[in-house]
């Protein structure tokens, strides 16, 4: 059950890609939710599409439809970072390449010492 919710954690809502540290960089709004930059993006891209008067420069989240303030499409790549989930990234990442390291000790550590003096 925990690792279904770390993986619901680890994914975008939206689309749900698995967030990186790049264009799938986690992004908290003003209410506490999250999303990848590209989607926050794409949002906002659209908002800009609205005639000039219907148009705000207010960004609703899609959980619960706060708003927060976007001066423009500059702003959302400034948003905070969501810090827990590029740890818990980094922390998948470094599991991954210490088991791949523990993987290859293991099988070394069965070959016979002549084949690596050769």
């Known amino acids: 059950m925990l690792s279904l919710h770390l993986h619901t954690l680890l994914h975008c809502t939206i689309c749900t890609e698995k967030y990186n540290e790049t264009n ?19 949002i906002f891209s ?3 599409l609205l005639p ?7 960004l609703k989240c899609p959980n619960c439809r706060q708003t927060t303030e976007m001066f423009d499409a ?23 390449n210490s088991k791949v390291t523990h993987s290859l000790l293991e099988v070394a550590g069965n070959l016979p010492q002549k084949d690596f003096l050769q």
Do not use: M, W
């Not at 000039?52 to 207010?58: D, P």
């Not at 959302?76 to 599991?95: G, H, K, Q, R, Y």
């Open 24 to 42: 799938r960089r986690p992004k908290l709004l003003h209410c506490g939710h999250t999303f990848c930059l590209t989607c926050l993006k794409k």
């Open 46 to 48: 659209s908002i800009l």
């Open 74 to 96: 500059c702003y959302i790549s400034s948003l905070s970072d969501n810090f827990v989930i590029i740890n818990f990234l980094s922390a998948e990442e470094s599991s991954k």
């Open 52 to 58: 000039s008067n219907s148009r705000n420069q207010q």
